[in-house]
């Protein structure tokens, strides 16, 4: 089936530790990724997408295909970043399809 | 224009009552994205339109469920007949059609069915 896992739902970190949440594909052909995020009490939006190759806030996240991994990284965690995120994948302007999400926590 | 609006954004509902959600995307936007979102899960999708054509449906939409763009602009989504089981947040996102992917999302209808 074609999915996306994110296996940890909570991930605590400390403020200036790296950071990484984890997320794996499994599909046949070249989806679209994504990881997308929400604040408290705020809206889903868009961090980023591997087509863009940039960094959003400090992020960054590569495709390898050859593990079927698009892990989203930050080298020093700040408060701001806790979130709940997901990663999605899509082919074409079509629907997402969305991991389940890691609430991720920075400890001050 | 400030985003992607949905109203209302709480509805409580007893068992067996239809409702109506509506969505209002960003003005040039013409692919409009129905989502459903329970606790612990990420968003699900549920359908979605290009214009005023609904392209694609899940399986997750049974009968109760359906979903109208009907000039290309707001979305309805009517439940029928609702079920505890449709207790959720539905999420609504719209995006300009081509090689732009992005999709904005609306802020939500949390629906609670007793």
């Known amino acids: 089936a074609q999915r996306v896992t994110q296996p940890e739902k909570l991930l605590s970190v400390f403020k200036g530790a790296p950071v990484e949440l984890k997320c794996n594909y499994s599909?046949?052909?070249?989806?679209?990724l994504f990881w997308y995020v929400q604040y408290s009490r705020q809206r889903l939006q868009l961090l980023l997408r591997?087509?863009s190759r940039e960094s959003i806030k400090g992020f960054t996240a590569d495709l390898n295909k050859g593990e079927t991994s698009f892990h989203l990284k930050k080298p020093f965690a700040q408060e701001e970043d806790s979130a709940m995120y997901y990663c999605?994948?899509?082919?074409?302007?079509?629907?997402?399809?969305f991991g389940t999400g890691t609430r991720l926590t920075i400890i001050p | 224009d400030t985003g992607v609006s949905q109203d209302p954004r709480h509805k409580i509902t007893k068992r067996g009552q239809n409702v109506t959600f509506r969505c209002d995307p960003i003005?040039?936007?013409?692919?409009l994205y129905w989502y459903r979102q329970t606790l612990g899960q990420g968003p699900e999708f549920l359908t979605y339109?290009?214009?005023?054509?609904?392209?694609?449906k899940s399986r997750l939409l049974s009968d109760r469920f359906s979903a109208e763009r009907p000039k290309g602009s707001f979305s309805t989504l009517e439940i029928q007949r609702t079920e505890q089981g449709d207790s959720a947040m539905y999420l609504c996102?719209?995006?300009?059609?081509?090689?732009?992917?992005?999709?904005?999302f609306g802020p939500g209808t949390r629906l609670t069915v007793t």
């Open positions: 996102a719209s995006s300009l059609g081509g090689y732009t992917y992005e999709q904005y």
């Open positions: 999605a994948w899509s082919f074409g302007n079509e629907k997402l399809t």
């Open positions: 599909y046949s052909g070249s989806p679209e």
């Open positions: 003005s040039e936007h013409n692919r």
């Open positions: 591997h087509i």
């Open positions: 339109f290009q214009n005023e054509a609904q392209l694609e």
